[in-house]
């Protein structure tokens, strides 16, 4: 992994992109702050997937303007997980996080982040900050609201279940140290969707401290055609919710022993999300249960049933 003296940024952003010209540049001039003490201190990675529109273009056009901030790499198509691990391999920043390129950054959160990020740098594994999902008439259709403490948290003993923290164990609320990213050896699955989870999930199994940061920095667009947590394309990339939800079970079955009461709860909360999805899609949407569909309830089934939490 790299040192400390390889990390030039103090904030790494990845932007998995396929066929997101009609939105790459909304989410880019989102990230050209004013500061550009703060600006400079950004870097930005554009991970084109393959795109058979404008968007490596796009990418190309801010590179060419900011050079010492946007980076526009092109590769393979391999979804959205390929992306994230591209990313982390290319970062040099010390901290770490995701925007998806139909989502944006609110300017002047993002300048609020990076003055904490600085001032804090090597205090705590990972920040939590604030979202809120906007929908495609523009209207807030949902905002994280929290009461977290200031200063530095330890994750061991804070208790997220059943307060208005949990909303935040999310990708669109942490901003993870680089260096835990490597530590943990966070390698999403490729050629699959929804390995968001996946961000979430296994840099927190072993992260100490963090904080939290009020400002309301990921803008969460939802309700456009094609996105992944359509009805459509949730029926159609299903098995992507049991493979995520299958590997980090097993992995969390694996090491609850080590994990302290308020981790398990904050873990199992992560774990469940593509778990209920899963079960949604089988039960609610789908007419007809093929063999292999049962097969893995099943053993999905089986391994949900030792974790009590859930």
Not at 145 to 151: D, F, R, S, T, Y
Request: glycine share 4%.
């Amino acid at each position: 992994s790299k040192t400390p003296k390889d990390m030039s940024k103090i904030l790494s952003i990845v932007i998995p992109t396929y066929n997101m010209e009609k939105y790459l540049q909304r989410c880019l001039d989102s990230l050209v702050i004013e500061d550009r003490y703060l600006f400079e201190q950004i870097e930005i990675l554009v991970i084109n997937d393959g795109s058979k529109d404008r968007s490596l273009e796009i990418a190309q056009s801010y590179q060419e303007k900011f050079p010492s901030v946007f980076r526009a790499i092109d590769k393979k198509n391999g979804n959205y997980g390929s992306c994230i691990n591209k990313g982390l391999a290319e970062a040099t920043g010390m901290f770490f996080r995701i925007l998806d390129a139909d989502d944006w950054f609110d300017q002047e959160a993002l300048q609020t982040v990076v003055k904490a990020l600085i001032s804090g740098q090597d205090t705590f594994d990972f920040v939590l900050t604030n979202y809120r999902a906007i929908d495609v008439n523009g209207t807030i259709q949902d905002y994280a609201e929290v009461n977290m403490p200031k200063g530095q948290l330890d994750f061991d003993s804070f208790r997220f279940i059943n307060t208005p923290n949990e909303r935040l164990l999310v990708m669109h609320s942490i901003t993870f140290k680089t260096s835990l990213l490597h530590d943990v050896g966070l390698k999403h699955q490729e050629g699959i969707s929804y390995t968001d989870i996946e961000y979430c999930y296994y840099p927190l199994t072993t992260a100490k401290s963090f904080c939290y940061i009020d400002a309301t920095l990921y803008q969460y667009y939802i309700g456009r055609e094609g996105q992944t947590v359509s009805v459509e394309s949730t029926l159609a990339h299903y098995n992507d919710y049991y493979k995520v939800a299958l590997r980090a079970t097993n992995d969390y079955l694996l090491r609850e022993k080590d994990f302290s009461s308020e981790r398990k709860e904050s873990l199992c909360r992560i774990i469940y999300n593509p778990i209920v999805s899963y079960y949604r899609v089988l039960l609610l949407n789908k007419k007809v249960l093929t063999q292999d569909d049962t097969q893995q309830l099943s053993l999905l089934d089986s391994c949900v049933n030792k974790v009590p939490m859930l």
